[in-house]
């Protein structure tokens, strides 16, 4: 999920710094987690884990023991390309090697 926090944050992108993104998946059990705005943070529905996408994914509070995994983000003019992932994805050995290909 691509979120603009509205104000720089470490690892952000963009012309404020404010751009990131991250998986939606849980790394406690895999639920997709939801972002809420009006808190900034990402809540897992499942067991509430609360993950605080200004501080790298990490947990605010709740079961997870690791952070949401990063997208790593590049602008390119007014395109933003996602170009890898920070972290392991829930349910995967591995991620994408750079510049492979999704089935």
């Known amino acids: 999920m691509l979120l603009d926090l509205g104000e720089a ?3 952000g992108v963009g012309e404020n ?3 990131v993104a991250y998986s939606i998946v849980c790394q406690h059990m895999g639920c997709p987690v939801g972002y809420k705005k009006q808190d900034k943070h990402f809540m897992c529905p ?3 884990t609360l993950y605080d996408p200004a501080r790298g994914g990490y947990v605010i509070q709740g079961v997870a023991q690791r952070p949401l995994p990063r997208v790593q983000l590049e602008v ?3 395109d933003i390309i996602a170009v890898g ?3 392991l994805i829930f349910g995967y050995r591995d991620n994408l090697a750079p510049g492979e290909k999704v089935a």
Request: proline content about 7%.
């Open 9 to 11: 944050v470490p690892g």
């Open 17 to 19: 710094s404010s751009l």
């Open 46 to 48: 499942c067991h509430q």
């Open 76 to 78: 390119d003019g007014d």
């Open 85 to 87: 992932v920070e972290g």
